[in-house]
């Protein structure tokens, strides 16, 4: 399966943990977006939820990707709204999303190749193991990294251009995926293999050695996934992972900005937390309790578990957006 993506997922939502020093779009705001700031900004989730006024609040406009506490009244004005909109897909509609996942996210990569996602440069300062040492050095030097759900490479060629001595495995359940990265020019076939599975329904090939990889990376990829399928998903990682290897896992966090869009429009909510945007592909919203329950359960250790909340704005349109997403590191007991 695949990252998460199409109309329900603004290409900022993967924007990284970077202090104002770092992004250009933290900085403070220049004469001409004082000028933005004089119109009225509004809050995307508040107006989701349908309590744009009743809930206004000032707006700090001064960076435009700030940490913030997970917000509890925030939480339960989404589990308010959410219990109100308690309409499913139909059962023949589930199962035709089910049976067609694949022919919905091929299509996706066919219309988007490697334009969508911008490359996740982030992630070293979410995973500091993916991070090069002071001296230039890399404590991934002869390992094997594997990355579940790869799409267009968004992921793997950072770390293959800061990790020289590395060698990588990137598959995907689309064809179309991974014929773009495999067509990309940095990819090296001495240095990776990019390959079609599909990990929700078979085993990883039997050329990925069991207990062969070091670290494994899920980023937005178990959320894309039939719930009833992630702890099978889990397992097989877990076959392929060393004594001791590791999964680097992000993905979206319940009451998300784009979880509470999906339900105010109709005919989108498949089950609890789980949802299908207007091209098919589909979404799922984690707890920490629910992955907690999932890795435990699969042969994993946490390393660490916690929620990621940000308020990111958009100064062209004058819009707050509150994002929260998980991140985490399992161990292969």
């Known amino acids: 399966v695949m990252e998460s993506t199409a109309e329900d997922a603004p290409k900022g939502e993967e924007t990284p943990n970077l202090t104002p020093s770092k992004r250009k ?77 694949m022919e919905y996210w ?63 495995y990137a598959f995907d359940f689309s064809p179309k995926a991974v014929s773009v990265v495999q067509a990309n020019p940095h990819y090296d076939e001495s240095r990776c293999k990019a390959f079609v599975c599909d990990i929700a329904t078979s085993d990883i090939p039997d050329f990925v050695a069991d207990n062969s990889v070091d670290l494994t990376l899920m980023i937005f990829v178990l959320s894309a996934i039939s719930p009833d399928l992630m702890r099978d998903v889990l397992r097989r990682v877990h076959q392929k992972l060393k004594p001791g290897g590791s999964i680097c896992f992000r993905d979206y966090g319940l009451y998300d900005m784009t979880q509470v869009r999906f339900l105010a429009k109709d005919n989108r909510k498949l089950a609890d937390n789980y949802y299908v945007r207007a091209d098919g592909t589909r979404s799922y919203y984690f707890t920490l309790e629910g992955v907690t329950e999932l890795v435990t359960q699969t042969g994993f250790e946490i390393d660490f578990l916690k929620y990621d909340t ?16 998980l991140t985490g590191k399992f161990i292969k007991k």
């Open 106 to 168: 091929d299509k996706f990569h066919k219309q988007n190749e490697n334009r969508f996602f911008k490359e996740r440069n982030y992630l070293h300062f979410q995973f500091p193991q993916l991070k090069l040492q002071e001296d230039g050095s890399s404590l991934l030097d002869g390992r094997v990294v594997m990355e579940v759900g790869c799409g267009s490479g968004s992921s793997i060629f950072p770390l293959m251009e800061s990790h020289k001595s590395t060698f990588f």
């Open 310 to 325: 940000r308020e990111l704005r958009n100064r062209k349109r004058c819009v707050n957006m509150y994002r929260v997403w």
């Open 25 to 101: 779009d933290v900085q403070e705001p220049s004469e001409k977006d004082e000028g933005k700031d004089k119109k009225e900004w509004k809050d995307a989730f508040w107006n989701f939820v349908g309590k744009q006024e009743a809930e206004k609040e000032d707006i700090d406009t001064s960076v435009s990707w700030k940490e913030i506490p997970y917000d509890e009244i925030r939480n339960q004005a989404a589990q308010d709204f959410i219990n109100s909109r308690v309409q499913l897909v139909s059962q023949e509609d589930r199962e035709n999303y089910e049976e067609k996942a």
